[in-house]
């Protein structure tokens, strides 16, 4: 099994920046691709990267912005947000065991997920 929890989020005022972090415990050839999701209220819950051991993918609504990352020697994923926009408040999820790049895949693809970390992004 696998174990997942995120650390980093914040409130920041638009155009600031944050970095995510989600630590992995547990063994799984899940380890191999993992992403970051977010969620609105009320809306579902979406993409923003997803990581292999050799490329990235991106949502068209945080490329150039945000920068997928991780360090396997600390079992650790990252996610460096920056140019942060009002629209990017929501709950950030990280993910394993779904789709590699370059897909993205959705929500319920992926059989592991974090509690979740809030990002609020204010004017």
């Known amino acids: 099994q696998v174990q997942l929890v995120e650390s980093g989020g914040g409130s920041v005022q638009a155009g600031g920046s944050l970095r995510l972090s989600c630590a992995r415990s547990?063994?799984?050839?899940?380890?191999?691709?993992m992403a970051w999701f977010r969620q609105a209220p009320g809306k579902e819950r979406e993409g923003v990267a997803v990581?292999?051991?050799?490329?990235?993918s991106y949502s068209d609504s945080v490329k150039g912005r945000f920068t997928i990352s991780r360090d396997n020697a600390k079992n650790t994923l990252y996610l460096q947000m920056n140019s942060l926009k009002p629209e990017d408040t929501a709950m950030y999820y990280c993910a394993a065991d779904g789709p590699c790049p370059p897909r993205l895949g959705n929500w319920y693809e992926y059989n592991y997920w974090g509690q979740g970390t809030q990002v609020t992004v204010s004017s």
């Open positions: 547990g063994y799984g050839r899940s380890e191999r691709c």
């Open positions: 990581i292999s051991p050799v490329s990235t």
